[in-house]
């Protein structure tokens, strides 16, 4: 839904990705509202599965340009790309709605942007709420893991370190960064293996630098961050879906990563990134209607196969667990696993009534059902292990 008129040449698309928050979504579109000097750029904010207020603050703010809304959460990178389609900027601009950025922000990424060839990506310099880095521009390590320089530095110390000047970076975080939104389609945008999140942005700008992109850090783009506040309550599901796609990461980049550079060598020294031609990632499918009632039910399916998984690794190796019930780890395993399987039956009876009980509706009205004893069933099965 388009709301707000933009110039006939926009220079930057900001897109968010908004789910839980209410808040922090406020304070960050205040924020970009304020910016200064600021060029031609529209806000696109896509509610993802949001709830009626976080709907209602993105529909109602003067900042938002469109708002694209979808029935269920079908993750940052699939929302990214359901935004960039409609974008119209010569630059996207991904920010997460847990940000504030400062009000030269805007400015100093575009303009950085322009200095650079037009060649580049541009990271954000991340700074926690306490003034304190969060990450500026980050390292890719042999292992799969990552580092993100500076973290829990003060700014003094992380530019004593030679941290804080513009300099080229493996991959910057996609809570605050800008790619060229032609250099974007021209890879094919943020891979759906991802979904539903982690590890999408730092394969991005691999993609992007196998095709001869630079990923620069620009320290004076500063943007404020709670990390990872969106995922805060959910402990087991971040750790569901960092594992999924950590696995996926490693296995496309194994060969980069073998060639990776330790972690306490200096950062000029970045991952070796071939230029070769890789086959576009294309994320289309999607291009019509709001399939994320389907893409929301299978995350939910792959989540509660995870968690059964992980009780049947506690039973195979005799993992000692406390007959308390009240023992943390075994309440939250069920805990966790049962809201699992109450958000598969939620979903299910939502798309029932999304289909209307036409022909097509009943069928998958069936595979629900099927489906929801099935989840049934091993939650109880679990349960009974544990016991």
Not at 49 to 75: D, L
Not at 148 to 175: F, I, K, M
Not at 288 to 304: K, R
Not at 318 to 340: Q, W
Request: charged share 25%; aromatic share 8%.
């Amino acid at each position: 839904m388009s709301r707000n008129p933009v110039a006939a040449e926009v220079e930057a698309s900001i897109i968010i990705v908004a789910w839980r928050l209410v808040d922090e979504l406020q304070e960050c579109l205040d924020a970009v509202a304020a910016s200064i000097d600021a060029p031609s750029h529209e806000v696109i904010v896509v509610l993802n599965g949001t709830s009626p207020e976080t709907a209602r603050i993105a529909n109602e703010h003067p900042a938002v340009s469109k708002v694209i809304q979808r029935f269920a959460n079908i993750g940052f990178g699939a929302a990214c790309n359901l935004a960039a389609r409609s974008a119209v900027g010569t630059n996207l601009i991904f920010l997460n709605d847990d940000t504030r950025v400062d009000r030269y922000w805007l400015t100093t990424l575009v303009d950085a942007a322009a200095t650079n060839n037009g060649k580049s990506a541009i990271a954000s310099l991340l700074l926690n709420f306490d003034g304190t880095v969060q990450e500026a521009g980050s390292r890719l390590l042999s292992h799969g893991g990552t580092i993100q320089w500076g973290n829990g530095l003060t700014r003094a110390e992380a530019e004593r370190d030679g941290l804080l000047v513009a300099r080229e970076v493996d991959y910057g975080s996609a809570a605050a960064l800008l790619v060229k939104r032609a250099d974007f389609e021209r890879v094919g945008g943020f891979d759906p293996i991802f979904e539903p999140a982690y590890f999408e942005d730092v394969d991005l700008q691999l993609r992007l630098r196998e095709q001869g992109i630079q990923i620069w850090l620009d320290p004076q783009a500063i943007v404020l961050h709670h990390s990872g506040h969106s995922t805060l309550s959910d402990r087991w599901f971040r750790q569901f879906a960092a594992n999924r796609s950590g696995y996926r990461f490693i296995e496309r980049w194994a060969d980069v990563l073998s060639t990776a550079p330790a972690a306490d060598d200096p950062p000029r020294e970045l991952s070796p990134v071939p230029i070769q031609h890789r086959d576009v990632i294309r994320d289309g499918n999607r291009a019509d209607g709001d399939d994320s009632p389907f893409v929301a039910l299978t995350i939910a399916h792959d989540y509660e196969t995870w968690l059964s998984n992980q009780l049947d690794q506690l039973g195979e190796f005799h993992v000692e667990i406390s007959a308390d019930p009240d023992a943390p780890t075994r309440r939250e395993l069920i805990d966790s696993l049962h809201g699992s399987t109450m958000r598969v039956h939620e979903l299910t009876v939502r798309l029932s009534d999304v289909e209307n009980r036409g022909p097509i509706g009943i069928m998958k009205m069936w595979a629900g059902a099927r489906l929801n004893a099935l989840t049934r069933s091993r939650f109880y099965r679990s349960v009974r292990r544990l016991d």
